[in-house]
């Protein structure tokens, strides 16, 4: 293991990013030589786990009012660019690196198949695998219920065809061919050889049958640390535990969800944090109930909150599990719905899918959620099972086992 080149690779918020700083601290500390190839803007964090950094893109800009196609084209593709060369530069200069990438990100995806590298896929969520059986929200209900026959035999296919034909899909296919390899088919096979991780324990996936074979469900990943915030404390010592309230680090356009924070809080006469750094600071004061923040410890926070609202992230769902505390979910994109949904159908939160829902509904939703003792009893459950998981450790295990089975 010592010097062994091991490459992560993945792209995005801070959500996207804290599972693979778990993994380059554990790989650190094996003395492999660790690179992380991500956004420039998550730099400190990662030479703060010892590990290398290589910027393959600039921050993403926020999800509000942006164009994810220009994006995509604009700073994703070049990414997956600059990403494959540098696995080409070391496996020419004689490395042979081990490559842990999450999904979709193509760049070292094209350099494992090319080259033949020792590799892991990460999958953050559920919805990242590929499967008919159970397809992402909404998918998931025709998948089930009484259309289950017009889905398989006429919709999903039709989806997939979309897909295989999309504007996306052009491009990335224009990429594989940059580099020396065939178009992606248009569904990949079930039987793939390709070891996948999937950051969720299997009571939140729901593993399927037609998933691929080697996925491993290793359960959440935990943070390799919680910093505290005094004044939070005080706040919440002198006011009890608070409703935190967090719209996603991506999501600039926050007053409206602010405000109506605010007045559940009120109308509950319960204290509240809001965190954003796109909402205006206040200075804590002993009248304050309600205060805005830029940034709290999202695990040390959640460890002292009553509820957490939130956009659906798969990062924020599971400090929510971590904490044992119930969780309301106004879903965005991507794999916010499929999470949310998710959420509710366990009975461990609730959704709300219209963000035209009245603040009377809200504050009725947030009071049921924090009376109901079976949902309490079931997430002290929960609680204690995320907090035995030792998702990083087992990641980093079956990663190095994976690239024993290549040494072969």
Not at 224 to 229: C, G, P, T, V
Not at 371 to 390: F, G, H, I, P
Request: charge should be positive; aromatic fraction near 10%.
């Amino acid at each position: 293991m010592k010097n062994t080149p091991v490459f992560f690779c993945t792209m995005g918020t801070r959500g996207d990013i804290v599972p693979f700083l778990g993994l380059a601290r554990k790989f650190v500390a094996m003395e492999a030589d660790v690179t992380v190839c991500t956004n420039a803007n998550w730099e400190e964090l990662v030479i703060n786990t010892g590990a290398k950094f290589l910027s393959i893109a600039p921050a993403d800009p926020p999800q509000t009012g942006r164009d994810d196609f220009v994006f995509f084209r604009e700073n994703v593709l070049p990414s997956f660019r600059k990403s494959f060369r540098f696995v080409e530069r070391s496996v020419r200069s004689g490395k042979r690196p081990w490559l842990i990438y999450r999904n979709n990100m193509l760049g070292l995806e094209c350099a494992t198949h090319l080259y033949q590298l020792p590799n892991a896929k990460i999958v953050l969520q559920p919805s990242g695998v590929q499967s008919v059986d159970r397809p992402p929200w909404p998918w998931s209900g025709m998948a089930r219920g009484p259309w289950r026959l017009v889905y398989r035999a006429l919709l999903m296919p039709a989806f997939q065809l979309a897909g295989a034909c999309g504007k996306y899909r052009r491009l990335t296919n224009a990429f594989r061919r940059e580099v020396g390899l065939a178009p992606v088919p248009m569904r990949r096979a079930q039987a793939s050889n390709e070891l996948t991780l999937l950051m969720c324990p299997q009571w939140f996936a729901q593993p399927q049958a037609d998933w691929p074979l080697r996925t491993v469900c290793v359960g959440f990943p935990d943070q390799y640390s919680s910093e505290s915030d005094r004044e939070i404390e005080a706040f919440i010592q002198m006011h009890g535990p608070p409703l935190v309230f967090t719209p996603g680090t991506g999501v600039t356009d926050v007053q409206a969800f602010s405000s109506l924070a605010r007045e559940i809080c009120r109308r509950l006469r319960r204290p509240g944090i809001f965190l954003s750094k796109y909402a205006n600071g206040l200075t804590l004061t002993a009248s304050d109930t309600f205060v805005h923040r830029s940034f709290v410890d999202l695990q040390w926070l959640c460890g002292r909150a009553c509820l957490l609202v939130h956009h659906g992230g798969i990062g924020t769902t599971a400090q929510a599990f971590r904490a044992g505390i119930p969780q309301i979910i106004l879903p965005g994109r991507f794999d916010q719905p499929d999470n949310a949904m998710r959420v509710a159908e366990l009975g461990l939160g609730a959704v709300v899918l219209d963000n035209n829902t009245s603040c009377e509904a809200w504050t009725a939703t947030a009071a049921r959620l924090l009376s109901d003792q079976t949902m309490a009893n079931r997430l002290r459950r929960v609680s204690a099972a995320v907090k035995e998981e030792q998702a990083i450790a087992t990641a980093a295990s079956l990663i190095c086992n994976e690239a024993k089975r290549w040494a072969v």
